[in-house]
């Protein structure tokens, strides 16, 4: 029967190389440098907390002290966090409130904390104390007419940890607090931009120091209040914190003067960028030495290195623009020639991305430099923080520029200055509107996410997807090219190999352009030549005594030769007289790799490509719930040790070092200082996105905490185990023999028909069973188990799959049960069966030594039952049987029943269907999952078969096993 032994009995067999629990800790061979760096912010970086949700991708609308609408405002002092909930960009709910967050360092954890699983997701937190604008916490109604405690869509808010001030946008006001409010609905207590509290009204177009349009920014520091008073394209500065209602402003800058004309109408606008005008200012901060203004209309921020006293004062440099006059949103091309023959090199976005049709270096869209409509900087009197808005984005800059059009050092919410990513995930943005500044923790409104995200920075970090499926780590595209016909000298072959991303040459068609070589191409090397528009041609001229399997190895070199082919490895296949190819990229970009092949005229060698371009490259950071994983950086433990795999359980802590994700500590299987390897919480299946960091104590007792990075959380993305091996290509597998008995399996498909005869025949002896109306597919395949157990050579076992199935052994292990015939009929004495057996085999076959690996020295047969060991495939279909069995970090006791997985598992041997029997949870493992599954009875002899397991749309890596066809 099927193997099944405890993951010990693996561990202690000498002769077997590569252990399943030796899986669990080191096969996670492959390691990332990645520069140790100090406590800094990352580019691509994940949230550390969120506020305002149960998790960082709910999205919850039901507002109330801890579920946050679509917020805008946020700031930060005297540990509180306010929070302005509404905004300005039609993202909703619009709640018409600012929330309090008192005492913000006793609600949220530290970098460097230990974390305690207390809540579905331990880094979701905060709950507000004290809300303003309504009367209370779940109250989110639009107030109108104004009065002295009512907002109507508040969008800024700011604090110098006495008083608060906020932009009560659609009253065009600023409301002023005295003090922070102690309770909810507490009525300001200072009012301008109207003369009282129960005025709300715009006097036209032609403003002054008393009025206010929609404002939308607001700051307070050393005794001045600013606003960014938008609908007048304005920022209003006042010497002193006003205690009267209707007080005047002392400074207006984007104007000459208090009473400048303001067109309405943004179509007749005449007025274009200048260094002393602005165009829908959102926001306005200050750092007590420089002031900064989001231009929003003019896709810029503009830096005063003073703070201005008088009116009209030109800024001093730009953000986002090359200059003072420029204005356009993600302006890269600023510079640029409408010359197609010689373009100038663009100003803001210099480095070229590739080339045009005409050989001409091309330049992003959009880069490191860019704005598109900002929403709001900051300054932490050294850095600079712009919450880059229509780029889903904060761009954050070392130093404050002090030239013109700088590129920004770090991007947060993306992972490169040419990407948007916009999303709900753990290190994405939608449209961020505010930031706020601790000391520690940045604090970014995320209005259309609805909820505020915490940023820290780490000691050092872990690349950009750097935790991984542990069993497949890198899913590599393949595909390959058979040479078949009849072998004639001096016909000439051909492969041509490209990239349908990068090639850009005219005709290529999507599959590259095909050049053949010279009738002198030496016989035993093929010859690559020069790259065209589309690809690399790589040629051979037969000569004469060739074989197929020359043709295949001069090819191969021909591809390999110097640093080889750009796209590919090429690797020979004799057995099946095939040129094997696999993606030098990982992942998606490998099935871009386009090849075809030719051959002369009059040729008789038939070359086939298996398709048009590689298939199977997959991303193996995408990761379902319970995977084990591998985490790779430097510096990430001060140990290098695994776990005891003879315990029930995994430890949270190993060797000093933990692994949080979503704040749950996650069991650890192995740490060392390139690589910790550690296991998915089952609890996170119902999020689509999660963060992750490594917190170690090392050896002086100091605390090394990652940044976050996020995960994709999907239902299931499926591993295969590997052997170790450094050589590119895919790696055989962790492969077992299935059965020390022979065996053969049989499907049980079709309908359920009333009076169908299932008969299983076995050499001279049938066992059937007659079909009821109440019987399922499953009852049948029961019934005819329980026929079949009766007989004197074989017996039954029901398969767990979604294929409904059966196996069948022999009851004599060994050689013996070899050649017990099998079949499998349907009939019905009233018309044609809608039940349908198949019998996989005719005869029973396969026996081996159950468990041993399947090796060259010891190869699976077409037709044999064969065990393969991975890690992803979902959280299984669960009942009250295996609920309570199914635990993080926790082994499945053996003797537990077989589990279902969530989604039907399908398997590729050879370029054929091997039937899956069963995929289910490994007793005496943590994460691991058992397949098992028939090889086709008509596979070919290949010592390179290839193989993988598929769920839905995810495929795993490609392993290899060895078949020889008795």
Known sequence: MVWRKPLLYLRIQPSYAVSISRMKCIPFFLFAAVTALGQSF????????????????????????????????????????????????????????????????????????????????P?????????LGQPNMTTTVEN???????????????????????????????????????FNDQPADVVVGQQDFQSSSIPGFTPNAKVMRSPQGVWILNGKLYVADTGYNRILIFNHIPN????????????????????????????????????????????????????????????????????????????????????AANNAFSGMDDSTTSPEQPVLCPVSNGTDINGNP????????????????????????????GNDRVLMFQQIPTQNGVSADVIIGQQGGDINQASDAADSLRSPMSLAWDGTNLYVGDPYNRRVTVYSPGANTVQYSGARNAASMEIFAAGSVTVTGTITANDTVAVTVGNQTTNTGTGCGGAGTTTTGSSSTPATTGTANAPTGCGTTYTYTVKSGDTAVDIVNALVSAINAGNGDANVFAFPDAATNAILLTAKQEG??????????????????????????????????????????AVQGTNLSANTMSADFTQPSLPTTLGGTQVYINGIRSPVLFVSPGQVNAQIPWEVQDTTSVNIYIRSVMNDGSIMVTTPIAITIVTQ?????????????????????????????????????????????????????????????ESIRDALVAEINQDPRVYAVAGVAFAVNFQIYARVPGPDGNGIAISAITTNANGSPQLVLTATNTVLCCANIAGTPVTQANPAVPGETLLVYATGLGLPVVNANTQPLINTGQQYPIGSPVTQPVNFVSSLAGGKTANVLSAGLLPGTVGIFEVILQLNSSMPSDPLTQLTIAQAIFVSNIVTLPIVSP
């Open 362 to 389: 091309t330049y992003p869209n959009s880069c490191n430099a860019t704005l598109s409509f900002p929403r709001f900087a900051l300054s932490d009197g050294t850095r600079l923080f712009i919450a880059d808005g």
């Open 42 to 121: 990352t580019s691509g970086q994940a949230a550390r907390l969120v506020i305002g949700q149960e998790t960082f991708t709910s999205q919850d609308q039901n507002s109330s002290d801890i579920i946050l609408g679509a917020v805008s405002g946020v700031a930060y002092a005297a540990d509180t966090l306010f929070v302005a909930d509404s905004n300005y960009v039609q993202a909703l709910p619009v709640n018409h409130r600012v929330l309090l967050f008192r005492n913000l360092s006793s609600q949220l954890p530290s970098p460097t904390a230990t974390l305690t699983y207390n809540r579905k997701c």
């Open 717 to 777: 993305n499926p591993g295969i185990f590997t052997q170790p091996s450094n050589a590119p290509g895919p790696k055989p597998g962790v492969i077992l023999h299935g059965s020390s008995s022979a065996s053969g399996a049989v499907l049980v498909d079709g309908s359920i028909n009333t009076d169908d005869v299932a008969t299983i025949k076995i050499e001279n002896r049938s066992y059937s069973y007659t079909v009821q109306t109440t019987d399922t597919l």
């Open 123 to 131: 880094v979701c937190l905060g709950q507000a104390n004290v809300v």
């Open 588 to 629: 998606n970009n490998g099935n871009e790799v386009t090849y075809v092949t030719s051959v002369s005229t009059s040729a008789t060698e038939v070359l086939t490509a298996a398709s048009s371009t590689l298939t199977g490259g997959g991303d193996a950071s995408q990761l379902g719930p319970g995977t084990l994983i």
């Open 244 to 327: 009267a209602n209707g007080t005047a402003a002392d400074v207006v800058l984007g104007a000459p003067n208090m009473t400048t004309f303001v067109q309405p109408d943004l179509s007749q606008q005449a007025t274009s960028a200048t260094a002393s005008n602005m165009l829908n200012p959102v926001s306005v901060t200050s750092d007590g030495a420089r002031l900064f203004v989001t231009d929003l209309g003019y896709n810029r921020v503009l830096i005063w290195n003073r703070v201005p006293t008088s009116n009209g004062v030109p800024a001093d440099v730009v953000v986002g623009q090359p200059d003072m006059v420029s204005s």
């Open 144 to 182: 109108d007419p104004a009065t002295q405690s009512d907002l109507r869509t508040p969008v800024g808010v700011a604090s110098d940890g006495v008083h608060v001030v906020v932009a009560d946008t659609d009253h065009n006001r600023v409301l002023i607090w005295n003090s922070i409010p102690a």
